[in-house]
């Protein structure tokens, strides 16, 4: 194997120096902040708790646009401390995690004898640097949108210089270098594999998997309309929402996760027995077979939305039912503790939308 692998995740980003990026909710991956052109990672201190330690490889995922340029710098020294020009002593990782210290004093560190730095590249063998404390930042400048996540940092680097002679393993030679491209690949190959459990899980696998994951429970949820918390709910709940499908409560719990809020849910025959005892007043969702199901939300919902909605709802409604999803709106109410004014006036009922968010009211004339 390839040794002790360091995995750059929510924790270790925590505690590292970040501008221009926005961690995910996860906190692993980092995307690039639209409203600025420079980008950077000073990664918190990699201790590996041996002097002279001999570093191998660091490589990160990275998704941004042509027109930007990425630099990474990567150090390695036995002493966690630094002298400036005065004498005075500062922890290094201090130093990279201050707001107070200019971008070019930290990059003075990283170009000194400790340090090396690359242009583009985002899988690089850390052959030539050397030491207990390993400090590593990374640089994205322009515009555009893009993350990296995955961050990663093999110590050793390579599996199969052990298996030749001693006269081949000159470190950092040419046939290091070489069967460093195969160590790579086996290196990428087991990670993937160790991550399977990970991908298979609702709540940290990719968001492209969600889809796939619910297809294979019967259950369409594409069009683009759902949340990424959404999809991620439903999968983790489908099979207790498999189980009670056709019932009154998976079709609340269904809509509770797209809407985030509770519905109300009418059947029509209990309509109908409450009207006919005189409990309830004629209405508009009265109408209508002992099959038809009323779905009251106050949600505002797009003609758009109410489709895909009902598409889905579709997936978990009673046999031979008719869904009737209907928008409640605030209407003002008066108690026996309200005084108007001689010329107070009250609008009456919203005859029209505009969009999502604009309503008319019967004050309103439109020529």
Known sequence: MAGINYSIRKNRLEKSYIAGFEPDEEGSRLYLSEDTGIHRLYIDVIDSAMDGCEWGRLSFNMQITED?????????????????????????????????????????????????????????????????????????????????????????????????????????????????????????????????????DADKCPRECLRVYAGWLGI???????????????????????????????????????????????????????????EMAESEFVSGSIYDVNILIRKPLSDTDRQQIMYLLAQFKPIRSRLHLIQLRDNPILDDQTYLDMNAVLSGETIGYMDDDMQLSDDIIMD
């Open 220 to 278: 369409d949820i594409s069009g683009d309309f759902l949340s990424e918390e959404a999809e991620r709910t439903l999968v983790r709940e489908a099979y207790d929402l498999n189980r009670t499908k056709g019932t009154k409560v998976c079709l609340a719990r269904v809509l509770e996760i797209i809407t985030g809020e509770k519905p109300i849910i009418l059947e029509n025959n209990t309509i109908k027995a409450y009207q006919e005892k005189g």
């Open 68 to 200: 930007m340029a990425v630099y990474v710098y990567a150090a390695a020294t036995d002493f966690d401390t630094w002298y400036d020009d005065e004498g005075r002593t500062f922890f290094i990782a201090d130093i990279l995690r201050s707001d107070d210290v200019p971008d070019e004093t930290k990059k003075r560190f990283f170009e000194s004898e400790f340090g090396i730095r690359y242009v583009g590249k985002n899988d690089i063998l850390l052959y030539g640097i050397k030491g207990r404390y390993l400090y590593i930042a990374v640089e994205i400048t322009g515009t555009g949108e893009g993350y990296i996540d995955r961050i990663r940092v093999d110590r050793k680097g390579d599996n199969f210089m052990d298996a030749f002679p001693a006269v081949y393993r000159e470190r950092n030679g040419f046939f290091h270098r070489f069967l460093s491209v195969f160590s790579s690949i086996y290196n990428d190959i087991g990670y993937e594999i160790d991550r399977l459990p990970e991908l298979l």
